[in-house]
Nanobody, 123 residues
Framework: QVQLVESGGGSVQPGDSLRLSCAASGRTFLSYAVGWFRQAPGKERDFVAAINWSGGNTDYADSVKGRFTISRDNAKKMVYLQMNSLKPEDTAVYYC????????????????WGQGIQVTVSS
């Protein structure tokens, strides 16, 4: 079992930065890949970024490539999403998710989910 809790969301202006954190518990977490997803009102839950168990491989949606960076600290059981140059279209509830397999981009493929955290980008 893996439990995930997101933090670090909030309201910012366009162009600002924000760092989301995903705190994990469970002894098997170190072998899991982690993904970040987001869901805007009335829309599907979309893939944002993913990282493999070691942090040596990352994957990004085209919409965030070059602006967002995913990283992890296995000693602390933490995964981060650094979001720079935020745009209004980045507004959504952000979720972290975990699965033993890396390279997954569909939400239904992930076994474990956090509760989500709101990110609002508005002037």
């Amino acid at each position: 079992q893996v439990q995930l809790v997101e933090s670090g969301g909030g309201s910012v202006q366009p162009g600002d930065s924000l760092r989301l954190s995903c705190a994990a518990s469970g002894r098997t977490f170190l072998s899991y890949a982690v993904g970040w997803f987001r869901q805007a009102p009335g829309k599907e839950r979309d893939f944002v970024a993913a990282i493999n168990w070691s942090g040596g491989n990352t994957d990004y949606a085209d919409s965030v490539k070059g602006r967002f960076t995913i990283s992890r600290d296995n000693a602390k059981k933490m995964v981060y999403l650094q979001m720079n140059s935020l745009k209004p279209e980045d507004t959504a509830v952000y979720y972290c998710a975990a699965d033993p397999r890396y390279g997954l981009r569909m939400a239904l493929q992930y076994d474990y989910w956090g509760q989500g955290i709101q990110v609002t980008v508005s002037s």
